[in-house]
């Protein structure tokens, strides 16, 4: 590196001034977190001591549930060599994808299967999870708008065609007409009044038109952090600040399945119409299309890995049929197997009209990620003000049909070894559970997707544990990695519960080896020895 490059010493690009987030990796070293992986495979990340020896960590984090076939799986790995020796294009935009299209065609092969429906979805690519749910809910209000302006279009000419058989002496104004916009029924029905009541529908209805979208969604969601779908996460901390730049949701209590159909009580509204009937004209009743979505994860990842019941399954389900309302079904995270079956939603009975995948379809290897729009819902003019310059590339394509051809291999072989593998997992759970019950709270989640949760930890005798009670789960993992090699990290929203998302191929072994970290923490947990949980970190 010569003299005059931009990253030579002392220079802002130099390696000794922490540009990137330089605020999070601070506070990651507080905790005893802030390690650099130098190399990867299977459920172990290794980096290097200070003689340059590879210590190895058994990762229970999963790139956030993004590895199910773990860290450079070989088939993958061998994929993307040859893709790239081969010089896939990556940069064909505006052109044929027909890789892309197979893959819809293999994810409409699973969920049909496992949904037992002929229904189609049709496939809008992205990178990342948050997009996918952005897409969702973006196509969502797309077609809420035209179904919204498709049954306000008529009412104009109704309006004009009843006032010309008012004029004509071919039709009257009923007092019930009036009085069901609240005009009084005793006041003349003639075309001054009947101008009045015009006037009046055309206010409330551009009124309702006019009206933001109504998302609904759970407490505890999480649906990323952009613009819009940070706006469907429940966390205050995320959403708080961006408040004025997109529409509000509102949030439904998990554990009360009837707070939906309040919710939509509250805020269900109609436009006016008017029909001429037997020589008398009538005020229609019409059900605005006020709600955009009901968007929700199936099993819930930084809220807790709280798992949706089945009778709360049921409810959404019966609701959102009653009011028209789409369901988007957010498994960026619990998808793609990881909780034993394809959609974690498949378990509860739940169905959607979207479905968002991410994570593991890139198989650890690609940044893929897909919004699925069942055909009857979908709109073809979404594909002209939605793109995204990296999506639907060759490579990631290839990459995750290589993915589902794992996953679909042996009939489900992945499926059912996650669901295994994760009941081995939650067995352990349990019993350090039995032993500790003073110290672990509850254990939640289906097949490889789990969290231990701690009993709180903010009145605790120990005061190294109560000062920390805020990022509990951070210290616990701090102390996990340096004392037994062992990686994962809290819920973002549930500052006591660990998240465990490994691959597939974990062993027993390796189980073990988390068990024994676990019933250490509970130990000190017991005997509220905060100085030797957080002293090393601090």
Not at 15 to 25: K, N, S, T, V
Not at 268 to 289: H, S
Request: net charge negative; aromatic share 8%; with cysteine.
């Amino acid at each position: 590196m010569n003299a005059e490059s931009p990253v030579s010493a002392g220079s802002p690009g130099s390696p000794g001034l922490e540009l990137a987030e330089p605020f999070l990796l601070e506070w990651l070293a507080s905790v005893g977190l802030d390690v650099e992986y130098v190399r990867a495979e299977g459920n172990t990340l290794y980096y290097r001591d200070a003689d340059g020896g590879e210590i190895p960590v058994v990762d229970y984090a999963g790139g956030y549930g993004s590895l199910m076939l773990g860290h450079n799986n070989p088939e993958i790995v061998a994929l993307a060599k040859s893709l790239l020796d081969g010089g896939v294009p990556v940069h064909a935009q505006f052109s044929r994808h027909p890789y892309a299209n197979q893959v819809a065609a293999a994810l409409n092969t699973i969920l049909q299967r496992e949904l037992g429906t002929t229904d189609a979805y049709s496939a809008i690519f992205a990178n990342t999870g948050a997009e996918a749910v952005e897409a969702a809910i973006k196509h969502a209000e797309l077609d809420r708008r035209m179904r919204m302006d498709e049954l306000a279009a008529p009412i104009a000419g109704h309006l004009e065609a009843a006032r010309t058989a008012l004029l004509g002496g071919e039709a009257s104004l009923s007092g019930e007409a009036l009085g069901a916009l609240g005009f009084s029924a005793t006041e003349r029905v003639d075309l001054a009044a009947f101008e009045d009541l015009a006037a009046e529908i055309v206010r409330r209805n551009d009124a309702v038109r006019q009206r933001p979208p109504v998302f609904l969604t759970l407490e505890g969601s999480f649906h990323g952090k952009l613009m819009g779908s940070v706006q469907l996460t429940h966390n205050e901390g995320y959403r708080a600040p961006f408040s004025s730049l997109a529409a509000q949701a509102r949030f439904i209590p998990r554990d009360r399945p009837e707070a939906i159909k309040e919710v939509v009580e509250a805020e269900r509204a109609e436009l006016f119409d008017v029909l001429v009937e037997g020589g008398t004209i009538e005020v229609v009743r019409r059900e605005a299309p006020v709600f955009c979505a009901f968007v929700l994860e199936p099993i819930q990842g930084e809220g807790g890995i709280n798992v949706i019941t089945r009778e709360f399954a049921a409810e959404i389900q019966r609701v959102t049929a009653e009011i028209d309302c789409p369901v988007v079904i957010d498994e960026v995270q619990s998808g793609m197997g990881r909780s034993g079956a394809f959609l974690a939603s498949s378990l509860v009975g739940l169905r959607g009209d979207y479905y968002a995948l991410a994570k593991s379809l890139g198989g650890g290897v690609a940044k893929a990620s897909v919004m699925l729009v069942r055909r009857d819902r979908y709109r073809k003019e979404f594909e002209l003000v939605h793109s995204s310059t990296f999506a639907k590339d060759a490579f990631s394509c290839f990459v995750a049909l290589k993915v589902l051809e794992l996953m679909e291999a042996e009939d489900g072989r992945v499926y059912r070894l996650a669901a295994e593998r994760g009941q081995a997992l939650r067995t352990m759970f349990e019993s350090v559970r039995a032993d500790f019950p003073e110290v672990v709270e509850d254990i939640r989640g289906e097949g490889l997707m789990l969290g231990f949760e701690f009993r709180d930890q903010s009145e605790a005798a120990s005061a190294p544990i109560r000062e920390n009670a805020g990022f509990f789960g951070y210290v616990v993992a701090g102390y996990l990695l340096r004392e037994h090699r062992i990686r994962t990290f809290p819920t973002a929203s549930a500052a006591h519960t660990l998240r465990f998302e490994p691959s597939v191929y974990l062993s027993d072994a390796e189980i073990a080896q988390l068990e024994a970290g676990l019933r250490d923490v509970c130990r000190i947990l017991r005997e509220q020895d905060g100085e030797r949980l957080v002293g090393a970190a601090a």
